[in-house]
């Protein structure tokens, strides 16, 4: 069955640390891996979209790897900021159809 | 460039009372997507358009849910009649094409009573 599950569910940090934000998927075939941000009340807003062939790939303070072998992919924030706090949703395209495969996400507070 | 327009913001009826959504997406998108999502989940697809025609609705509950595109612009999306599982943020997107970025709305938030 395709899956992305992520972890952890919710994290709180302070302002000015890092964190990691994990996905993981069962996800075949493989198009392509997304994460987005959503604040609360909005809709998700596209942080980057990383192909097969992409390890890293960097947005300013977030940079998203993707290991294809495990299926694994991370989000790294560096030097937190008030406005990081969100929800992180990681996404996964079918390469057959296009179908995007959502997760349920990760609630980021950043507490000052 | 304007962004994917959706209206209303809020809604609340009660229960078996029907309701639409209106959304016009970015000028020029070819794909326009509805979205459910209940809180504390990720959005689940309702139904998928290209154009004014439909790729993906697989996952709309037809015996309640209904969607249109005319003229392949702006989308409306109806639920007659609501139930109280319906209280969810309705979420319209669009795209250039079917793997393009997503670029999202800010949701109707629906609460049925």
């Known amino acids: 069955k395709n899956q992305v599950e992520q972890s952890p569910q919710s994290l709180i940090i302070l302002e000015g640390k890092n964190c990691t934000l994990q996905?993981?998927?069962?996800?075949?075939?493989?198009?392509?891996l997304r994460w987005y941000k959503q604040d609360t009340g909005r809709g998700p807003v596209s942080l980057t979209i990383?192909?097969?062939s992409e390890n890293t790939k960097s947005n300013r303070r977030y940079t998203a790897t993707l290991d294809a072998d495990t299926k694994q992919s991370s989000l790294h924030i560096t030097a937190s900021q008030l406005s990081d706090s969100a929800s992180y949703i990681c996404?996964?395209?079918?390469?057959?159809?296009?179908?995007?495969?959502w997760g349920a996400g990760t609630k980021l507070i950043i507490k000052p | 460039e304007a962004g994917v327009a959706q209206s209303p913001r809020y809604k609340i009826i009660e229960k078996r009372q029907s309701v639409a959504f209106w959304c016009n997406p970015i000028?020029?998108?070819?794909?326009l997507y509805w979205y459910q999502q209940i809180l504390g989940q990720g959005p689940k697809l309702l139904i998928q358009?290209?154009?004014?025609?439909?790729?993906?609705d697989s996952q709309l509950p037809k015996d309640r849910f209904s969607a249109e595109r005319l003229k392949g612009v702006d989308s409306t999306l109806k639920i007659q009649p609501a139930k109280l599982e319906d209280s969810a943020v309705y979420l319209c997107?669009?795209?250039?094409?079917?793997?393009?970025?997503?670029?999202f709305g800010p949701g109707t938030r629906l609460l049925v009573l």
């Open positions: 997107a669009s795209s250039e094409g079917t793997e393009e970025t997503q670029y």
């Open positions: 000028s020029g998108h070819a794909t």
């Open positions: 358009f290209q154009n004014n025609g439909v790729v993906d």
């Open positions: 996905c993981n998927y069962t996800v075949s075939p493989f198009s392509n």
């Open positions: 990383m192909t097969f």
């Open positions: 996404v996964v395209s079918l390469d057959s159809n296009y179908q995007l495969i």
